[in-house]
Structures are given as structure tokens and as C-alpha cells.
């Protein structure tokens, strides 16, 4: 069983959200392409984009893909990251508690399923709860 402190040093280890940094137009695309795919630009450069942002907008699917029946609701949201704005799915919430602003973090999830018989973790975004145990 993982002890909380080895949760929170593999979550350390995996998130990384890096995405691409266009020199040229300053676009900022994640996951990480190797040319902007505003002005088409090649010159671009690998940043770090922060865990913590909040909700730009949302919808809620309420209509199974394939492989995920008993996912549903799946919410996906448009998250802020700093200057960045990435689509991505949230977890650990009801889909009438989803609102506009709301403040969201990055964490990790297992997949359901198994790629090349190792397990694969995924990011998702989860609210940032207020009175947070860590640190
Ligand atoms: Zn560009």
C-alpha cells in the first residue's frame, strides 16, 4: 500500500506539465508541439506550465465513449494554467459542483487501462481544496 508521502513523490515525478512556447508569436500549445500551431513557426521552446489554475469553461458528457461507460459524467474543462489554457478532465468532483473560476490542480490517475502490460497514469485536475493538509 503507498504510504501519502510516496503518493505525493510519485505525483511529483509524473506531473509535468510541459508544453511549447512559441518564440515568435508567444503562443503557448500542451501537450508539446514542435511547431506553433498559430503562425506555423519552428522556433519554439519547452516551458513548464504551473499545476494550479482555474476553470474557463466546461462541458459535461454524459455520453459514454467506448471502453468508458461507467465514467460517465466525464467533465472536460478548459483550464488556465498561467498563460497557458489546456483541455483536460476533471476529477474528484460532481458535475453540478463544476463552476466558471473555479480553482483547479493537477494530480494523477491510473488508467484503466494497461499499455504494454505496465500501468499508465494520466493527468487530470481535481479542486484545490481550501484548507489543504500539505506543507
Ligand atoms: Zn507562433
Redesign the pocket.
Known sequence: MLTIQRVWRLQEKLIKLVGTE?T??G?ICYPPKAA?P??G?REVREIRLPREGKVVTYTILNVPVEGFESKVPLIIALVELGKARILTQLTDVEADKVYVGMPVEATIRKSPQMIEGATHYIIKFKPIEKQSSRQ
Request: glycine content about 0%; proline content about 0%.
Open positions: 512559441c515568435k508569436c503562443y506553433c498559430r503562425c513557426s
